[in-house]
């Protein structure tokens, strides 16, 4: 299915730098998980609905509502460089490419 040839081209060209030994290592490795992936092409899922996950999961967060914080002048005095009633940040867009 996969041979030491193939395992040592593609360490090639992943810029691996694998000894012998390591290439044999892999390329029985590989070989069994391309079988297994084979044995999985085998199923007849024509019944089976696509999922993303094994299980239903739903989504356990809080909806979000506006709210007025009283302290506005205690965030804005915790900030590193205030202008006004926002936080002056660097610029980080520019017109210069």
Do not use: C, W
């Not at 040839?5 to 390591?22: F, G, I, S, Y």
């Not at 069994?32 to 084979?38: R, S």
């Not at 999922?51 to 965030?75: F, G, H, M």
Request: avoid cysteine.
């Amino acid at each position: 299915m996969i041979d030491r040839e193939q395992v040592h081209k593609v360490a090639l060209l992943a810029r691996l730098d694998l000894t012998q030994e390591e290439e044999n290592i892999f390329t029985a490795q590989l070989g069994n998980i391309l079988e297994y992936v084979e044995q999985l092409g085998e199923l007849d899922v024509t019944d089976v609905q696509p999922t993303t996950r094994a299980i239903d999961v739903s989504n356990v967060t809080r909806k979000d509502e506006l709210q007025p914080y009283a302290e506005r002048n205690a965030i804005l005095g915790g900030a590193p460089q205030q202008e006004g009633d926002f936080f002056r940040v660097p610029k980080i867009l520019s017109n210069a490419e």
